[in-house]
T-cell receptor, first 115, second 109 residues
Framework: DVKVTQSSRYLVKRTGEKVFLECVQD?????MFWYRQDPGLGLRLIYF???????EKGDIPEGYSVSREKKERFSLILESASTNQTSMYLC??????????????FGQGTRLTVV | QKEVEQNSGPLSVPEGAIASLNCTYS??????FFWYRQYSGKSPELIMS????GDKEDGRFTAQLNKASQYVSLLIRDSQPSDSATYLC?????????FGSGTKLNVKP
């Protein structure tokens, strides 16, 4: 089974702190993604990466950065946490794929509260 | 127009009935399609993927894809209270996934 593991299930951080969310996948997938999910807003893409050291901005990259130094690990960084970044953060991975076998698999999620 | 659109619901069906969930998509996303189930407070889990026109069945679940009309549907037969969740429709194109906002399904005992 594909396994995507996020480093924390729950996090509480203070405003202004630098926050690191880590994600590791064990299926040698090329693509990795970071989403945030808020009630009524659905899943919103923050950043994604289609290869090591490659990254692309998603729909809401402001206030975030990412790092992908190894294929299996994709980190999300909140440079200076703010209360409006309180959310559920979801990491996902998928093979690059062609026409088939492109499913995304999600980690368990990190519920981040910024106080 | 959003790339993937769903009715937010809630959709309520009695136990044992067929639940029908629908999703439309734009021209910008047309490669492959997925249905995810998400229980409250949990992460989405993949139920079905469908890549070509027609029906695909897996147990109580059937996914339908109609590329000419640009819609994808999910049928759940013999609905159970444990099927109560939010169902997300997703499309994949050029290394990106596009998610609908989800339809909340309530199955009443």
């Amino acid at each position: 089974d594909v396994k995507v593991t996020q480093s924390s299930r729950y996090l509480v951080k203070r405003t202004g702190e630098k926050v690191f969310l880590e994600c590791v996948q064990d299926m040698d997938h090329e693509n990795m993604f970071w989403y945030r999910q808020d009630p009524g807003l659905g899943l919103r893409l923050i950043y994604f990466s289609y290869d090591v050291k490659m990254k692309e901005k998603g729909d809401i990259p402001e206030g975030y950065s990412v790092s992908r130094e190894k294929k299996e690990r994709f980190s999300l960084i909140l440079e200076s946490a703010s209360t409006n970044q309180t959310s559920m953060y979801l990491c996902a991975s998928s093979p690059r794929g062609g026409l088939v076998n492109t499913e995304a698999f999600f980690g368990q999620g990190t519920r981040l509260t910024v106080v | 127009q959003k790339e993937v659109e769903q009715n937010s619901g809630p959709l309520s069906v009695p136990e044992g009935a067929i639940a029908s969930l629908n999703c439309t998509y734009s021209d910008r996303v047309s490669q492959s399609f997925f249905w995810y189930r998400q229980y409250s407070g949990k992460s989405p889990e993949l139920i079905m993927s469908i890549y070509s026109n027609g029906d695909k069945e897996d147990g109580r679940f059937t996914a339908q894809l109609n590329k000419a009309s640009q819609y994808v549907s999910l049928l759940i037969r013999d609905s159970q209270p444990s099927d109560s969740a939010t169902y997300l429709c997703a499309a994949y194109n050029f290394n990106k996934f596009y998610f609908g906002s989800g339809t909340k399904l309530n199955v009443k005992p």
